[in-house]
């Protein structure tokens, strides 16, 4: 890997990235709350099968695909793809977090004048926008591989979600870093599952996790926004 590719994903992955991820949870507080979590090895498990059994078989796909997308400049399938992708989102507090960070890492994107100016204006003219869809853009722009952009986005994801359950549960900061390196080699094969997956087979089926964000909304005491 160049460095330069190198550097731009240590950019993209940092909890630094001004685009607000600290401030969500992606259900985790509500499963807190239903009690799903209670320690270390249940905030482990949790985080896991958020990884290899939502992000591998969604997000993750879409994002390698809306990367190639950006490669191509298919504008018409990048807007199109984004909108199913929101549409896809289990809850009204999972949908304003992707269109927030989306709209966030958009600003970045064009403050920065990261890519070429015809990419720009189509990022633009996406309205709303999800996340990935800006992250693609990013990844594209700094030349970053397919692979590579999406183990920096999973290993995000990750440390957002231990992050927020050493607040929440809480953990001790050891125990959040023993649930990090733990997921390194699912991650690798969470990418690897994400890249081999066609469109047509991107899956959100997720009903727990719609079920907790759902209740989450109402939930009486909340440290975060999903």
Known sequence: MRTAELTALLHLASPALPIGAFSYSQGLEAAIEAQLITDADTARAWIESGLTNVLAHGELPFLAHQIERWHQHNAAGLALANGE???SRESAELRRETEQMGWSL???CASLEWGDAGRRETL????PLAQPTAFAFAAYAHDVTPDAALAAYAFSWIENQAAAALKAVPLGQLAGQRIIVALREPI???VQHALATAPDDINTFAP????LSARHESQYS?????
Not at 124 to 127: D, E, K, L, P, Q
Not at 208 to 211: M, T
Request: hydrophobic residues 60%.
């Open 85 to 87: 992708f929101l549409a």
């Open 106 to 108: 958009r600003q970045l």
């Open 124 to 127: 633009a003219a996406i309205t």
């Open 188 to 190: 690798d094969a969470a």
């Open 208 to 211: 727990q996790l719609g079920i």
């Open 222 to 226: 909340r440290l975060f926004r999903s």
